[in-house]
């Protein structure tokens, strides 16, 4: 239903929480309850200084837009605009759910964003392979995030509870290799994850 613009290259990561140990709340409570030598945390710390730097935990609405909001000005209805705000707003909520869970959030290497295809205009959505003409991804109700080990689309489907709650329904991981499809509004079948056809 809903294909990726592109998932560019495999395998880069911009922020690891898992090996962020001094982003951990529980590491943060260890030290503050067994404070260590200024020096040793600073060694501790240094290397991975690098992948904090610039990394994204959130999704922007001008992420989201990719750029289209300005080529396809006619297009962007108000309508859209809620739609869009509604689901980067949603979207960045389950970006915290899988922080909290320290799962890798990645940024695709070409843009530098996590979103893999945010909203498309009914001409780039029939340029899209295997994009369904009504994609949720026209009036903005969907998001694409890069996921290029399927590791989000993991964490979802283990945490259906948590998806309902944040009102976000998934596109079956076998139709997503590469990215993870998430949608604000229930599909046809209703179910929270559903399968393109
Ligand atoms: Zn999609």
């Known amino acids: 239903m809903c294909s990726a613009d592109s998932?560019?290259?495999?395998?880069?990561?911009?922020?690891?929480?898992?090996?962020?140990?001094?982003?951990?709340?529980?590491?943060?409570?260890?030290?503050?309850?067994?404070?260590?030598?200024?020096?040793?945390?600073?060694?501790?710390?240094?290397?991975?200084?690098?992948?904090?730097?610039?990394?994204?935990?959130?999704?922007?609405?001008?992420?989201?837009?990719?750029?289209?909001?300005?080529?396809?000005?006619?297009?962007?209805?108000?309508?859209?605009?809620?739609?869009?705000?509604?689901?980067?707003?949603?979207?960045n909520r389950l970006l915290a759910a899988f922080a909290a869970d320290g799962v890798a959030l990645r940024c695709r290497p070409d843009t530098g964003s996590l979103v893999a295809s945010g909203w498309r205009p009914v001409e780039v959505n029939a340029r899209v392979p295997m994009a369904v003409p009504d994609s949720p991804h026209i009036d903005a109700a969907a998001c694409d995030l890069y996921d290029p080990h399927n590791e989000l689309d993991a964490w979802c489907v283990s945490n259906l509870a948590a998806l309902a709650g944040l009102g976000l329904w998934l596109e079956h991981p076998e139709y997503t290799d590469g990215w993870c499809h998430v949608q604000i509004r229930a599909p046809r079948c209703g179910n929270r994850v559903f399968r393109p056809w």
């Open 7 to 91: 998932t560019g290259h495999r395998g880069q990561s911009c922020l690891r929480l898992a090996s962020a140990p001094w982003y951990s709340c529980t590491h943060i409570g260890r030290y503050a309850v067994n404070p260590q030598p200024k020096k040793a945390l600073a060694r501790r710390a240094a290397p991975h200084i690098p992948q904090i730097a610039g990394a994204s935990r959130v999704v922007t609405l001008a992420q989201f837009w990719m750029g289209r909001d300005a080529v396809y000005r006619a297009e962007l209805t108000e309508q859209i605009a809620r739609n869009a705000a509604q689901t980067v707003e949603r979207v």
